[in-house]
């Protein structure tokens, strides 16, 4: 914690703007600090930034970390959002992703915050891991618990995970891509008719509950990380990330250095993310954008590859936005590497 805050000391300047419309607590496990801890990384930034009058604080938890005496201190600190790692509510579920909360816990942090008034809540969940009949329960009582934003993600297999092993194993089946595709399309046709908005494959709203900060990043604005592994953009060709080794981590701020490393992205890296994060989203890739920022010869190439997308029907352009049609939105990520110039 000493580390971080030497950090925000030292590299505050590096975002220009200091009105600052949303701070993310995340990236890990930030629920294990104290309320006290989580203050004081507030009223550190706050020395530096003007803090927006609607800003969003938003704080990474556990449910088995949401007890009522954090939560009562956590609704007077400041953070105003939680990103919950329910995953499940089922107790199959969890177990398969090796979860240290339960079913209970998933449901009982929800409604603890919820009386301590943090109502602007998302919640993860994991699709692919069972049966449609329990997904569809999960989905449910995601809507019973009036949760106004949902991430949910398909159930990947990481190497040396007990999950990879017991997949080895045959202890457990692995995911089935045509069933994690089935489970998105009614996931998304579900919400949709709850009053939620699709407006980023794995994101799903009520009206007014968009996450501020994942949606500066799909639109490529430019974020300051501080910590372990953070990241940070300066919103053009320039993207850096710190050391993940925590021990390396505060060595190097105790000795006024830090341990990170940079890439200078390329004209064609740029336009690469530009499509890869805009045709994610609801809103798009803005072809004057790219008419005004890349040479000729770049917006040829990716001319060339992307009229192949729109004869298949892939990609279809609308007032001047490029995107993906909601029924490929499964395969986006393989539809945007297509257009990736080399």
Same mark, same amino acid.
């Given at each position: 914690?000493?580390? *971080? =805050? %030497?950090?925000? !000391?030292?590299?505050? =300047?590096? &975002?220009?703007?200091?009105?600052?419309?949303?701070?993310?607590?995340?990236?890990?496990? $930030?629920?294990?600090?104290?309320?006290?801890?989580?203050?004081?990384?507030?009223?550190?930034?706050?020395?530096?930034?003007?803090? @927006?009058?609607?800003?969003? *604080?938003?704080?990474?938890?556990?449910?088995?970390?949401?007890?009522?005496?954090?939560?009562?201190?956590?609704?007077?600190?400041?953070?105003?959002? &939680?990103?919950?790692?329910?995953?499940?509510?089922?107790?199959?579920?969890?177990?398969?992703?090796?979860?240290? =909360?339960?079913?209970?816990?998933?449901?009982?942090?929800? %409604?603890?915050?919820? !009386?301590?008034?943090?109502?602007?809540?998302?919640?993860?969940?994991?699709?692919?891991?069972?049966?449609?009949?329990?997904?569809?329960?999960?989905?449910?009582?995601?809507?019973? &618990?009036? *949760?106004?934003?949902?991430?949910?993600?398909?159930?990947?297999?990481?190497?040396?995970?007990?999950?990879?092993?017991?997949?080895?194993?045959?202890?457990?089946?692995?995911?089935?891509?045509?069933?994690?595709?089935?489970?998105?399309?009614?996931?998304?046709?579900?919400?949709?008719?709850?009053?939620?908005?699709?407006?980023?494959?794995?994101?799903?709203?009520?009206?007014?509950?968009?996450?501020?900060?994942?949606?500066?990043?799909?639109?490529?604005?430019?974020?300051?990380?501080?910590?372990? /592994?953070? =990241?940070?953009?300066?919103?053009?060709?320039?993207?850096?990330?710190?050391?993940?080794?925590?021990?390396?981590?505060?060595?190097?701020?105790?000795?006024?250095?830090?341990?990170?490393?940079?890439?200078?992205?390329? $004209? %064609?890296?740029?336009?690469?993310?530009?499509?890869?994060?805009?045709?994610?989203?609801?809103?798009?890739?803005?072809?004057?954008?790219?008419?005004?920022?890349?040479?000729?010869?770049?917006?040829?190439?990716?001319?060339?590859?992307?009229?192949?997308?729109?004869?298949?029907?892939?990609?279809?352009? @609308?007032?001047?936005?490029?995107?993906?049609?909601?029924?490929?939105?499964?395969?986006?990520?393989? *539809?945007? /590497?297509?257009?990736?110039?080399?």
């Amino acid at each position: 914690m000493k580390a *971080i =805050h %030497k950090e925000i !000391d030292s590299r505050h =300047h590096e &975002l220009p703007d200091k009105h600052i419309k949303t701070l993310y607590l995340g990236g890990g496990t $930030p629920s294990l600090l104290s309320v006290d801890e989580i203050k004081a990384l507030l009223d550190k930034s706050a020395q530096y930034y003007d803090f @927006d009058s609607e800003i969003e *604080i938003t704080l990474e938890a556990n449910p088995d970390d949401l007890n009522t005496s954090f939560l009562k201190e956590l609704s007077k600190s400041g953070v105003n959002r &939680l990103s919950i790692g329910t995953q499940s509510f089922f107790e199959d579920d969890l177990k398969l992703m090796n979860r240290a =909360h339960t079913s209970g816990e998933a449901e009982d942090s929800i %409604k603890r915050a919820q !009386d301590f008034g943090l109502e602007n809540i998302s919640i993860d969940l994991i699709y692919g891991s069972s049966s449609m009949p329990i997904w569809k329960e999960n989905l449910q009582k995601a809507i019973a &618990l009036q *949760i106004p934003h949902v991430s949910s993600y398909a159930l990947t297999v990481e190497p040396k995970t007990a999950l990879a092993k017991w997949i080895k194993d045959k202890v457990v089946k692995a995911p089935n891509e045509e069933v994690q595709n089935e489970e998105f399309y009614y996931m998304s046709e579900f919400l949709k008719e709850q009053g939620f908005i699709h407006y980023e494959i794995s994101n799903f709203a009520k009206e007014g509950f968009y996450s501020k900060h994942n949606s500066a990043y799909w639109k490529g604005k430019p974020y300051l990380g501080f910590g372990p /592994s953070a =990241h940070s953009y300066n919103g053009g060709n320039i993207r850096s990330w710190n050391i993940a080794n925590n021990a390396l981590y505060i060595k190097g701020l105790s000795e006024n250095t830090r341990n990170f490393e940079e890439e200078q992205l390329s $004209p %064609k890296d740029q336009l690469n993310e530009l499509v890869m994060i805009g045709l994610r989203t609801i809103w798009g890739v803005d072809m004057t954008k790219i008419q005004s920022t890349f040479e000729k010869d770049i917006q040829e190439e990716f001319l060339y590859l992307l009229n192949s997308k729109k004869e298949e029907g892939l990609i279809v352009e @609308d007032s001047g936005y490029l995107k993906i049609p909601e029924k490929h939105w499964f395969l986006a990520d393989g *539809i945007a /590497s297509d257009l990736f110039l080399v």
